[in-house]
């Protein structure tokens, strides 16, 4: 089964950027399934962030447009969320999916204080 490892969280001051990565241990996978990053605050659901469809179709949450980016590698290998402008209220574990198969990573966790 295909294995995905989020990597690129850490502590950030507000205001600041960070890219997170998602890599899929199967080749070209996100040529063929949608992609989706995901949050949970500690006491909260976890959220959608952002997806990035097989057409390169792209939807974020309210919350980030503007200031966050999805995208994905040209050997659909590995995804990205490029988070600018960061917040406290960003601050969350940060987990990707494959959205067409409910294959979840581990998170990466991203704080944002100062």
């Known amino acids: 089964q295909v294995q995905l490892v989020e990597s690129g969280g850490g502590l950030v001051q507000p205001g600041g950027s960070l890219r997170l990565s998602c890599a899929a241990s199967?080749?070209?996978?996100?040529?063929?399934?949608?992609v989706g990053w995901y949050r949970q605050a500690p006491g909260k659901e976890r959220a959608l962030v952002a997806t990035?469809?097989?057409?390169?179709?792209?939807n974020y949450a309210d919350s980030v447009k503007g200031r966050f980016r999805i995208s994905r590698d040209d050997a659909g290998n590995t995804a990205y969320l490029q988070m600018n402008n960061l917040e406290p209220e960003d601050t969350a574990t940060y987990y990707c999916k494959l959205v067409n198969l409910g294959v979840w990573g581990q998170g990466t966790q991203v704080t944002v204080s100062s």
């Open positions: 199967s080749r070209n996978i996100f040529f063929f399934n949608d």
């Open positions: 990035h469809t097989v057409n390169r179709e792209t």
